[in-house]
C-alpha cells in the first residue's frame, strides 16, 4: 500500500454512497428486479477499482509521505 488512509478513505467513501444510492433507487424507488440490485455489487467493485487505479496512475502517492 501507499500509506495514504485519506486517499483511501475518501475513495471507501465515495464508493459506498453511490452504492447505497444506487441500491435504494433501484430497489425502493424504481422497484426493479433482485438480480438488477445485486448488480450494484460489480458497478461497485469496478468503481473502487478504477478510482484506486487513477490515483495509483495518476495521484502522486510516491511523493507521499
Known sequence: GTGNTMVTLMIEIVTILFYLIATYLIAVKWKLSLELVWSVEYVYFALMGALSYL???????RKSK
Open 55 to 61: 490515483y495509483l496512475k495518476y495521484g502522486g502517492w
